[in-house]
Every structure is written in structure tokens, then in C-alpha cells.
């Protein structure tokens, strides 16, 4: 009966020209956007307040009537902003909100679907950034959905109170809760906005990339999406290197934090205000923990053993990522290069800074740059497209952006070449987003990537239409898309240097490449 009342409801306002769905928690009505319909703020989980701070994500209430879904919901509770030159969002913890882009007219159009996780290192990060807006892929054919989740302590606070009160004997990871019931919220409800719920494919950037490897490696996450896209972020490099990524030791620095705002239990956290939980030592809870509920295992180990959740993936990295990212470029010289690099990253071992050549103070601002694109990124796309290439059964299509957009002389943006964050322009086709003097070849990339991106998630294979050929990426032909103009195909770029950090990161495991602890 209130089936048939929803469809009803759903023929009037469409009578009347108004958007309207039905959600298996009510109705919801968006708003038109030239071909697309667009719904902003549909809620996808109670909201995690009060006794329900770090907690797993609550159903949310079912309501009666029709919900208007006409404006974006306020970013989680985060401190800065995810990328340079962002407009800071409104805030608030009652964020576990998504947005849809579809240009379906009608329900069982089964169109793919592409779920963006934005990044932002999981301390902060937002879903309604214009930059993600879904419009420009949803005209090629993809319904795009966009949502929050949580950031900070907000998402990743692990505490033996949490742990002891968990039936699952856990805590950390709020956030990929978050991400999760985000899935089963598109797995319960996209058919009735045009999509198909059997091709979707999560998406991200940089945090939002790692937290794609974490959602292939979760037993949580099985059965919710069929591909996956990475962009710029992974997490496979030794557990020995990140200690506190284990529970026992992201609880002790848990204990740190609720000192440091000065509480002395749980009880005590969860009545403090949201902005009292930003202070303290707030910026070192941001990180993902090893667990028995979301993350048993570390991703390095759930594909080295094949049991990862085994879909299509597109991946890879920029070739110049550290650029946008490292402010104190001016201060790099030879004589301090390998103190400079032990006070930000720890002692390292000497044959990984011997792979970057420092003699003279040009040579360091270089060595600078590279060492952190493979520390951060190369390293962890390389891994990625030979794990799922050595134990996976699917196809992985590997690229490298190496394209360098007409940032403006004078902006924040000044001299980033194809850094961290370049290449989101052209996946979004959001050049016209920015007044800047973008070429018919930045024209060409962007309609190319866009349309690469959109292909892969109608199908698992990004070749199409007229674009450039796109080869898989196996060990016996490691061939990667290079994302330029011209787009053209070669090998995997920096070898010499990642195959250093790959005999390092073996030492410091024990085992040979590909093989689990």
C-alpha cells in the first residue's frame, strides 16, 4: 500500500514538474538542472550525535511527506580545508548527508554509477565542493553520487572505552563506517534515480583513493560496489613503518587526545561541544586502524593473499604530486637535505635517500619533490597495479597525469605543473569551473578523461568511442596510460626509484614483493 502511495505521489509532482523519488526512508524531491535532476542532502544515516559519536552509523528515521533534497548539508566536523584555494564549508556533526547527479527520465534506465569519496588526508574533505559537482559525468551517461563522512577524531578515534563497548570488540574508523553505510544506502535506493545498482564504482582522491584500497580490502564492504577507481592514494606500505595503525597503539594515542582536550573518559569526550574536539592533539587522530570490524587486516596483506574484494580497477598518480603540497620549498638546501627530510619523516634508511641525488641545492629542491611523490603516492599506485595484477582476477588499467594545466602566474595555484589535485579538473570536465587560459589541448584531456572515467564504470574498461587505445596493465606487459597531450602509452614512470622503496619496504617486511607477512 504505501508503495503504491509513493508511486502515486511520484506521477503528481512529476505531473507538476517537480523531481521526485522514493528512498527506503521517504520521499524526496530535487531540483531540475538543465538535463539532470540533482538531489543535495539526502540523509543516509542517523545523525552522530550525542551518544551516538563514535559509534557505527544508526538507520535513519523515516519521514512522511515529501523531504525537499534542494540544498547541500554542511561538511563534517573538520579543521582547514581538504585542498589550497577551497572555500571553507559550513560545519557541523550532523553530516551524514549525499548528493545525486542523475540524467536518467526514467527509473529503470540502469545507468552506471560513480560514488566520489573526496579527500582531504581524513582530516577534512567535502562532498559538495564544486569541484566534485556530478553534472559534467552525469551528462556523459553516469548517475554521480557525492556524501559525507567523517573526518579527524570525529571518524578515526580508537579509546579501550570505544573498544570495550563495542560488540565487536573495536574502534577507529567511524569514517569508513560512514563510507559503507553510504554503499548500502546506493545499494538499497539508486535504481529508483536511474542507476544500477550491479555497476557501481567507488571513486577518490588522495584520502579517498586510500580509502578505496581500505573498502577493496574490508570484509565489510563485499557485494557494494563492482569497480574501482584510485586516484593519487593507497595504503600498502609496511604496518612495521606505521605503528600506530594497530589498535593497541592507535588506543594509546587516543588516551593522548582526550588528555589533551582535557577530558578524562568517554563520558567526559562525548559531552564536550564539537569545536572543543578540533583542539588538542585532534590532528594526529586522522588516520585508519587496523581492527577487527571494518579492517582485520592491512590492504598489503589482504592482497597479497588474494582476498581482496577482486574488481576492475583504474588507477594511478601525477608526475610531479609533492609540488601543491610541500610550503617550505625555499628552506631545501644540500648541506640540510637529510635532516630536513629525518624531522618530517623519521630516520629512513640511507639507500632510500641515496636514490634521490642531493649534492647541490638544486639538486635537493629535486630530490625533495621526488622523494615525497613516491614516499606519498608512486609507490603505493605501483604496488596496487601489481598486487591486483599478481593475485586478483580482474583487469587493471594504470595511468600517469602528466599534464600540466594553465595554473594562473600569482595564484595558489602558481608553478604546481602536475601535481596533487591537477588532474581533478579533467576527470570532473570542470575546466569552466576556473577563468584561466585552458587550451584546446586541456579541452581534448579533459572530454578524454571524463569519458575514460565514465566507460569504465558503464563496463569495467575505459576504451571507447574514439579515445586513444588504453591497455591493461599485467606483469608480463606493465604498459601505463600516459595522460597528456598527446594521451599516449609507456612504461611505469620513476622505476629506478620505486623499485628502491620496493627493496626497502621488503626488508623492512621480511618477504619478497607480493607476498604476505
Keep these: 500500500m504505501r508503495r503504491a502511495l509513493y508511486l502515486l505521489l511520484s506521477l503528481v509532482m512529476a505531473a507538476c514538474g517537480a523531481r521526485a523519488a522514493v528512498t527506503d526512508r521517504g520521499a524526496v524531491e530535487g531540483v531540475r538542472d538543465g538535463a539532470l535532476t540533482v538531489y543535495k542532502g539526502i540523509p543516509f544515516a542517523a545523525p552522530p550525535l550525542g551518544p551516538l559519536r563514535w559509534r557505527e552509523p544508526r538507520p535513519v528515521t523515516p519521514w512522511g511527506g515529501v523531504r525537499a533534497a534542494k540544498s547541500f548539508a554542511p561538511a563534517c566536523m573538520q579543521s582547514g580545508v581538504s ?81 570495550a563497548e563495542s560488540v565487536r570488540h573495536s574502534s577507529g574508523n567511524y569514517g569508513f563506517m560512514d563510507q559503507i553505510a553510504a554503499l548500502g544506502w546506493v545499494q538499497r535506493n539508486i535504481a529508483r534515480f536511474g542507476g544500477d545498482p550491479a555497476r557501481v564504482t567507488i571513486a577518490g582522491q588522495s584520502a579517498g583513493a586510500a580509502s578505496v584500497s581500505i573498502l577493496m580490502a574490508s570484509p565489510s564492504a563485499k557485494g557494494l560496489f563492482a569497480r574501482a577507481i584510485a586516484e593519487s592514494g593507497g595504503m600498502f606500505e609496511p604496518l612495521q613503518l606505521a605503528p600506530n595503525y594497530l589498535l593497541v597503539n592507535a588506543e594509546r594515542e587516543g588516551e593522548a587526545y582526550m588528555r589533551s582536550v582535557g577530558a578524562k573518559s568517554l563520558a567526559g569526550l562525548r559531552a564536550l561541544p564539537a569545536d572543543a574536539l ?33 574488481v576492475p580497477i583504474l588507477i594511478g598518480s601525477n608526475a610531479d604530486e609533492a609540488r601543491s603540497l610541500i610550503d617550505d620549498l625555499d628552506t631545501v638546501k644540500a648541506a640540510s637535505f637529510e635532516a630536513g627530510i629525518a624531522k618530517r619523516w623519521g630516520a629512513l634508511p640511507p639507500q632510500l635517500l641515496a636514490a634521490y641525488p642531493h649534492a647541490t641545492d638544486a639538486e635537493a629542491v629535486r630530490a625533495r619533490l621526488d622523494f615525497e611523490r613516491d614516499l606519498r603516492f608512486g609507490w603505493d599506485m605501483w604496488a596496487w597495479a601489481r598486487l591486483a595484477a599478481m593475485h586478483g582476477t580482474q583487469p587493471v588499467y594504470y595511468y600517469h597525469f602528466s599534464h600540466a594545466p594553465p595554473f594562473p602566474a600569482g595564484s595558489v595555484y602558481a608553478n604546481w605543473g602536475p601535481s596533487h589535485f591537477a588532474e581533478l579538473w579533467y576527470v570532473f570536465d570542470h575546466l569552466d569551473q576556473e577563468r584561466w587560459a585552458w587550451t584546446a589541448a586541456d579541452r581534448r584531456l579533459a572530454d578524454a578523461m571524463s569519458r575514460y572515467w565514465v566507460n569504465f564504470a558503464r563496463t569495467g574498461d575505459p576504451n571507447g568511442d574514439v579515445l586513444p587505445a ?43 614483493f607480493g607476498k604476505g607477512q
Design 470 to 512: 588504453w591497455p591493461r596493465f599485467t606483469l608480463d606487459a606493465p604498459e601505463v596510460l600516459d595522460l597528456d597531450d598527446p594521451i599516449h602509452t609507456g612504461p611505469v614512470a620513476d622505476l629506478r626509484s620505486l623499485s628502491v622503496f620496493d627493496a626497502t619496504y621488503s626488508a623492512v617486511r621480511g618477504t619478497p
Design 83 to 163: 585542498m589550497p584555494g577551497e572555500t571553507p564549508p559550513a560545519t557541523s556533526e550532523d553530516c551524514l548527508y549525499l548528493n545525486v547527479w542523475t540524467p536518467a527520465d526514467r527509473p529503470d534506465a540502469r545507468l552506471p554509477v560513480i560514488v566520489w569519496i573526496y579527500g582531504g588526508g581524513f582530516s577534512n574533505g567535502s562532498a559538495s565542493m564544486p569541484l566534485y559537482w556530478g553534472d559534467r559525468l552525469a551528462a556523459k551517461g553516469a548517475v554521480v553520487v557525492t556524501f559525507g563522512y567523517r573526518v579527524g577524531p570525529f571518524g578515526f578515534l580508537a579509546l579501550p572505552e570505544l573498544t
Design 278 to 310: 578540533l583542539k588538542g592533539k585532534a590532528g594526529e587522530i586522522s588516520h585508519a586502524v587496523v581492527e577487527p570490524c571494518v579492517l582485520p587486516r592491512s590492504p598489503y596483506d589482504v592482497f597479497a593473499a588474494g582476498d581482496e574484494n577482486d
